[in-house]
Nanobody, 126 residues
């Protein structure tokens, strides 16, 4: 059974940092493009960041560029989202998601991701 489990969420102060992890079980992540998404109360889910199968290409939403860094360790079957300079507007439930993708070297948030984690809450507040 394909499963993604997020961890690392919690409470952070504005300007602080958190690192989210997304661990896969039941399948090997190296055949999958991975994305991080978030949904704040009363808002639609938005794409935050994605990473290619090879890890060599990433894309970030304008709202997090220069602050969030996505990375992957295929040997550990885990993807990370390093979140720096956090802002109150980053408060949301964060989800990782995976989709098999034939091209190793690109990523996009504009496709339908198939496998989703349960989400982890990130709250940025003083």
């Amino acid at each position: 059974q394909l499963q993604l489990v997020e961890s690392g969420g919690g409470l952070a102060q504005p300007g602080g940092s958190l690192r989210l992890s997304c661990a896969a079980s039941g399948f090997s992540l190296d055949s999958y493009m991975i994305g991080w998404f978030r949904q704040a109360p009363g808002k639609e889910r938005e794409g935050v960041s994605c990473i290619s199968r090879s890890g060599g290409s990433t894309n970030n939403a304008d709202s997090v560029k220069g602050r969030f860094i996505i990375s992957r360790d295929n040997a550990k079957n885990t993807v990370y989202l390093q979140m720096n300079s956090l802002k109150p507007e980053d408060t949301a439930v964060y989800y990782c998601a995976a989709v098999p993708f034939i091209i190793q070297s690109i990523c996009t948030l504009g496709v339908k991701y198939r496998t989703w984690g349960q989400g982890t809450q990130v709250t940025v507040s003083s």
